[in-house]
């Protein structure tokens, strides 16, 4: 009697089968000195980029521009972008990219609610990109920067007069900078499948996380004065 044919994996255990193969991929990626210390104590890499909208985004969105002289495609070096949370507060991100557009480092700064009633400083996604540029300008000074934006209708008829401040932050800062809409994906009952893949695996290499728990008072009153120049 013939055999009867082997069971289809199950979704659940292909996700987690991914997430195998991945891990060992980023492993396999880091220096022999490099030790891969457990971070159960804090969201995964892969959470953390899913907040910050790293995973909205496909490999091609790093493109900044076509040259022909510096072989066909400039890349951003780095990606900003913001998350707002229920209790009041908010989360600024900057993904840094080596030159294989694959994650290096992942910094952020926690925005805590008192910070915004203090200093009546905007609760938008273009006052935080604001601010985010000066709290990283050492990080960001004469890169090519995205900056994320996944809440902000851009259908406004000020929407460009309220481009204004960013532009100004950006000059200061010396970085040439774009904004990209990208509306944070709905999420799926198995969402690890469905994300863009490539995205994914550059995000797994990433070696670098930082987090700050609140940013300098100095600079959100910098920020504050560019966002708001009659404060």
């Not at 072989?71 to 900003?80: E, S, T």
């Not at 273009?126 to 960001?140: I, T």
Request: charge should be neutral; proline fraction near 6%; glycine fraction near 4%.
């Amino acid at each position: 009697s013939s055999l009867p044919p082997p069971e289809a994996p199950s979704t659940c255990s292909l996700s987690d089968e991914i997430d195998r193969e991945m891990e060992q991929m980023r492993r396999l990626s880091l220096p022999s000195t490099h030790k891969v210390v457990s971070a159960r104590h804090r969201p995964s890499i892969v959470d953390t980029a899913e907040a910050c909208g790293l995973l909205d985004l496909a490999p091609a969105d790093l493109v900044c521009e076509t040259n022909k002289h510096a072989g066909g495609f400039l890349y951003y070096h780095c990606v900003l972008s913001s998350a707002f949370h229920s209790n009041g507060s908010a989360t600024v991100f900057l993904a840094k990219f080596d030159a294989n557009t694959n994650l290096e480092s992942l910094d952020s700064t926690k925005i805590p609610a008192k910070v915004f009633e203090e200093v009546t400083f905007p609760q938008t996604e273009l006052a935080l990109a604001v601010l985010g540029l000066l709290l990283y300008r050492s990080e960001v000074y004469g890169k090519r920067v995205l900056c994320l934006l996944r809440a902000t209708v851009p259908n406004d008829e000020d929407f460009s007069a309220s481009l204004e401040p960013l532009k100004k932050a950006a000059t200061k800062v010396r970085v040439l900078h774009h904004v990209q809409f990208a509306s944070p994906k709905e999420k799926k009952e198995n969402a690890r499948l469905n994300v863009n893949a490539g995205m994914r695996l550059r995000v797994m290499l990433c070696q670098t996380r930082s987090t700050e728990n609140e940013p300098p008072r100095k600079v959100v009153y910098e920020a504050k004065s560019i966002v708001d120049p009659s404060w």
